[in-house]
């Protein structure tokens, strides 16, 4: 019985020396390196990581310090290229990357060319791009930048054709992409602008019960005296009938009115 239990707390023993955990982080090489805090394991002995490893391949960084720095250097990555990074510890302590972000693309499109056809296609070329970001459409409509769509970015270096299905209003169009990468903060295109030569719309009655109409089709919004959104979408009608007794805000074709719900 004492043999069985020696045993089993030599084996307790060793799962404890052996229990690992791995930090993962995947990305994009964007030229910078990684920097990690690396305390003393709990036990005290020895440091908290004991190996690194870049695409599966074990790094030489001395990783015996209470700092140190992950090299990407020596890899010959270039830039875009996508890494993983894993950082293997002992299970009691955690050691803490600095500068995670550096592996998060930025935005760093380079417009080449942007234009409108008179089909409605926005079509842009891109380059420079060093990382995945969603392009975000934009148009210049009702004295304001609305997002009208999204398109995913191929992430290459070199030139990339993208296109989205807009929908143009009368007169002069402006049209923009932007991104926002890890920063939070949005990078935006300068404006494509495109002369339409479809006809003005208007809108009829302007007191109504059920339904306010358009002449022809149109991205429209409807604010009620408080600045709040109660209708929005494309047609040739608005549907009223479920709201309020008031005076309402219409945003139609490229303009601005009013109407009164009876």
């Known amino acids: 019985m004492k043999k069985f239990l020696s045993i089993l707390l030599l084996s307790l023993f060793a799962l404890q020396v052996n229990a690992t955990g791995v930090i993962v982080l995947e990305g994009h090489y964007q030229g910078k390196n990684l920097y990690v805090q690396n305390p003393f394991a709990e036990n005290g002995v020895g440091f908290c990581t004991f190996e690194v490893?870049?695409?599966?391949?074990?790094?030489?960084?001395?990783?015996?310090?209470?700092?140190f720095e992950i090299d990407f250097s020596i890899r010959q990555l270039k830039i875009g290229d996508p890494v993983i990074v894993k950082i293997k510890h002992k299970d009691d302590c955690n050691p803490k990357v600095l500068?995670?972000?550096?592996?998060?693309?930025?935005?760093?499109?380079?417009?080449?060319?942007?234009?409108?056809?008179?089909?409605?296609?926005?079509?842009?070329?891109?380059?420079?791009?060093?990382?995945?970001?969603?392009?975000?459409?934009?148009?210049?409509?009702?004295?304001?930048?609305?997002?009208v769509g999204e398109v995913d970015g191929n992430g290459n270096a070199a030139e990339s054709n993208y296109k989205f299905k807009v929908t143009p209003h009368s007169g002069e169009n402006k049209f923009r992409v932007k991104q926002v990468d890890y920063s939070g903060k949005p990078r935006y295109s300068s404006a494509s602008r495109y002369l339409s030569t479809l006809s003005e719309i208007t809108f009829s009655p302007k007191k109504a019960k059920t339904d306010v109409m358009f002449t022809d089709q149109t991205?429209?919004?409807?604010?009620?005296?408080?600045?709040?959104?109660?209708?929005?979408?494309?047609?040739?009608?608005?549907?009223?009938?479920?709201?309020?007794?008031?005076?309402?805000?219409?945003?139609?074709?490229?303009?601005?009115?009013?109407?009164?719900?009876?």
Do not use: C, H
């Open 53 to 67: 490893t870049i695409n599966g391949e074990v790094t030489t960084d001395e990783v015996n310090s209470s700092a």
């Open 99 to 147: 500068n995670p972000e550096v592996l998060k693309p930025k935005s760093t499109f380079e417009i080449v060319s942007m234009k409108v056809s008179k089909d409605g296609n926005f079509d842009w070329t891109s380059k420079g791009e060093t990382g995945k970001l969603t392009y975000i459409v934009e148009q210049f409509r009702w004295n304001k930048w609305i997002k």
């Open 219 to 262: 991205l429209f919004e409807v604010y009620d005296s408080y600045g709040n959104i109660v209708k929005k979408g494309f047609g040739n009608k608005v549907n009223i009938s479920n709201l309020k007794k008031g005076i309402y805000y219409l945003n139609y074709d490229n303009k601005t009115d009013t109407f009164v719900k009876k």
